[in-house]
Nanobody, 117 residues
Framework: QVQLVESGGGLVQPGGSLRLSCVGT????????IGWYRQATGKQRELVAT???????NYADSVKGRFTIFKMNAKNTVYLQMNTLKPEDTAVYYC???????????WGQGTQVTVSS
């Protein structure tokens, strides 16, 4: 059974930083694509960043240069380092794992990020 557990969200002032973590069980992050998505109130869920098995990364234009996705395979954990946060980054952030062998997506429960003064 695949489980993804996010943590690290919270309230931060504009310009601040947060680091989100996603710990996976039942799926190897080293051999699958892992991503972070976010959904703001009243908006559709959108891609933030992804990292593939080989380590290559992809970012939404809105977060390039401010966010970094990276992983520690030994801990089966993916992180999202978020710097220079803006109020428009406020959303629930979800961890996603795409399990290649079964062409199936798995989601975590989400963690709230609020950027406000």
């Amino acid at each position: 059974q695949v489980q993804l557990v996010e943590s690290g969200g919270g309230l931060v002032q504009p310009g601040g930083s947060l680091r989100l973590s996603c710990v996976g069980t039942g799926i190897a992050f080293s051999t699958n694509t892992i991503g972070w998505y976010r959904q703001a109130t009243g908006k559709q869920r959108e891609l933030v960043a992804t990292i593939i098995s080989g380590g290559s990364t992809n970012y939404a234009d809105s977060v390039k240069g401010r966010f970094t996705i990276f992983k520690m395979n030994a801990k089966n954990t993916v992180y999202l380092q978020m710097n220079t946060l803006k109020p428009e980054d406020t959303a629930v952030y979800y961890c996603n794992a795409y399990r290649t062998v079964e062409s199936k997506n798995y989601w975590g429960q989400g963690t709230q990020v609020t950027v406000s003064s």
